[in-house]
């Protein structure tokens, strides 16, 4: 049995929201992790199994989160760090990998470039891929996420989250079908890194054209295939943000609780404070606010 690495984060409603949406809101605060996003539950069960194994190095890909969790999960355990970003990754999330002891290095423009690096690393180095959104020991340790809302008592009508590769959606979908629920699932990208609401559309997996977004963590080309299977066979609702709404989500947010968010949390705040999709039609609604990692009042959010 391994220890978690992770946090039961609060489940706080949200009355500036709920006046806004026109329905009782609650949030799943995942920017209050000790990474400060959710990232920290996934990887943070991979790697303790890893290390259970006799791992003694982890490799990362990444556009901030999944490295930061992955650098403090390799902190924690004893196990050196080599993280691979891209170009335009955020300063504040590269700070917080380091600052954790990683090594970090920029490997191409986009995650499929330093995707392949961290790869070839791990392969010629025996070293443990960490991969930042497709693992089954990953979705396992997303999906605590609902067993804390169970354990509150809280089952919700509708349940917003934001998706880059899908290993969070992943896990979500896993832990409701453990606990025989099933809400409405309203899944949220921008409209440059769309690439789940493309795959579904389409019909089967596909890559999508990514363009440059401030959801930095969302810019996955293709997400994960059981994502993608997982998505299809529950039915969500796909709906795409502008990079605008998303931002303007994060500064109301912080007016409204005190608290940064990246873009990527914006994009599913979006979704209430711009009454999106089918929200209002159902009686309660949680939002899952994944991180704040690689924000700061320098920068991203006060920039635009």
């Known amino acids: 049995m391994i220890k978690p690495l992770h946090d039961i984060t609060p489940l706080w409603h949200s009355q500036p929201l709920s006046r806004v949406a026109g329905l009782p809101v609650h949030l799943k605060v995942e920017a209050l992790q000790p ?26 890909s990444s556009g901030g989160n999944a490295g930061i969790a992955t650098a403090y999960a390799g902190c924690r355990l004893g196990i050196p760090v080599s993280v691979f970003t891209f170009a335009n990754v955020p300063k504040a999330a590269v700070a917080r ?15 499929d470039a330093a995707h392949q690096a961290a790869n070839h690393l791990a392969e010629t180095e025996n070293a443990v891929y960490i991969h930042p959104f497709d693992h089954p020991d990953l979705w396992q340790g997303h999906s605590t996420l609902i067993d804390e ?19 969070l959606l992943t896990g979500i979908i896993q832990g409701l079908a453990r606990h025989n629920l099933h809400p409405h699932i309203i899944i949220v990208e921008t409209h440059n890194t769309a690439s789940l609401k493309a795959s579904l559309e389409a019909g089967r997996l596909v890559r999508f054209d990514l363009k440059p977004s401030v959801a930095k963590t969302l810019a996955a080309s293709q997400v994960a295939e059981q994502a993608f299977i997982s998505a299809r066979d529950y039915g969500v609702e796909p709906i795409a943000v502008s990079d605008q709404e998303a931002l303007d989500a994060c500064r109301q947010f912080a007016l409204d609780h005190r608290l940064l968010v990246e873009p990527s949390a914006g994009a599913a705040l979006a979704v209430a404070y711009e009454r999106l999709g089918s929200l209002p039609n159902h009686q309660r609604a949680l939002i899952v606010v994944c991180g704040g990692a690689g924000i700061s009042l320098k920068q991203d959010i006060f920039d635009y």
């Open 35 to 60: 990474i400060g996003s959710f990232k920290i539950r996934g990887v943070g069960r991979l790697c303790s199994l890893a290390a259970a194994r006799g791992a003694r190095r982890f490799v990362s």
């Open 97 to 111: 990998m380091r600052e954790f002891g990683a090594d970090v290095v920029e490997a191409g423009a986009t995650w």
């Open 149 to 167: 809302l169970v354990d509150v008592g809280y089952v919700p009508d509708v349940l917003v989250c934001s998706v880059g590769g899908g290993g």
